[in-house]
């Protein structure tokens, strides 16, 4: 599938939000939410009730992901996202499409983890501007995601803001607040860089840090497991 496609697909742009280790999050995907009720609740969920920001970096352009491919007419679509991951527990994301063959060529998705309520909604907020409330469009077995049409004075607020906090509900009815930060989006966004589609489907393909950490320990209890299940023989003091 061709980003163009994808960005067609309205949605599908969801692909996009998670980390390749997203479906280690959970262990079985969960049923629907109810509409109007609450979404089901993530491991960690609930107890991220404080404000979460990502790990900053010594190269702000390090915390956008720029993909685009190219349309009719010379131009290209492009989608940037950034994902907010903390001990390998995704805890939201945000992601800005830009696309000139569609008639709402600017179209902004945030996504939170389950376990929100959703009548609520997720509040979205740059710096110390209004705060603006999206109600969630749908959630899948990772995460509920909300949209919103943006237009170029919105972006130009994204380049000229700091951070842009999400807000939403959780069971206990307590704020999760997700920070996204907005260093580095101006020069990614107005940037020439980008991946092609290909090279974002080959790299998510490729198993992160965190899926090689998780099968290297599967192999090690295995071994010491051995083949007949028995458990592995508690190990020597030092001498």
């Not at 697909?9 to 997203?22: I, K, Q, R, T, W």
């Not at 994301?93 to 709402?104: A, K, M, T, Y």
């Not at 600017?106 to 907020?125: E, I, R």
């Not at 092609?196 to 599967?218: G, H, I, M, V, W």
Request: charge should be neutral; hydrophobic fraction near 45%.
């Amino acid at each position: 599938m061709t980003l163009k496609k994808l960005v067609v697909a309205g949605f599908a742009v969801a692909a996009l939000m998670m980390p390749s280790f997203g479906a280690l999050a959970q262990d079985a995907a969960p049923a629907a939410p109810a509409e109007g009720g609450a979404a089901p609740a993530a491991p960690a969920a609930d107890a991220a009730a404080a404000p979460a920001a990502p790990a900053a970096n010594a190269n702000p352009a390090q915390n956008w992901l720029k993909v685009c491919d190219p349309i009719d007419g010379g131009k290209q679509a492009c989608i940037m996202r950034q994902v907010v991951v903390a001990n390998g527990q995704f805890l939201g994301s945000f992601l800005l499409r830009d696309d000139p063959g569609q008639e709402s060529r600017l179209l902004a998705v945030a996504a939170v983890p389950l376990g929100v309520l959703l009548p609520f909604g997720l509040t979205w907020q740059i710096d110390g501007g209004k705060p603006i409330r999206v109600p969630f469009m749908l959630c899948d077995p990772q995460s509920c995601a909300t949209q919103l049409v943006i237009n170029e004075a919105y972006v130009n607020s994204l380049k000229k803001g700091g951070v842009l906090k999400l807000t939403a509900k959780n069971r206990q009815n307590k704020d999760l607040v997700i920070d996204i930060t907005l260093a580095g989006f101006t020069s990614v966004y107005d940037g020439a860089a980008a991946m092609t589609f290909d090279e974002f489907n080959k790299q998510s393909t490729a198993p992160s840090a965190l899926e090689k950490q998780l099968q290297d320990r599967a192999e090690e209890l295995r071994k010491q497991l051995g083949t007949d299940g028995a458990a592995p023989a508690t190990p020597a003091a030092p001498q």
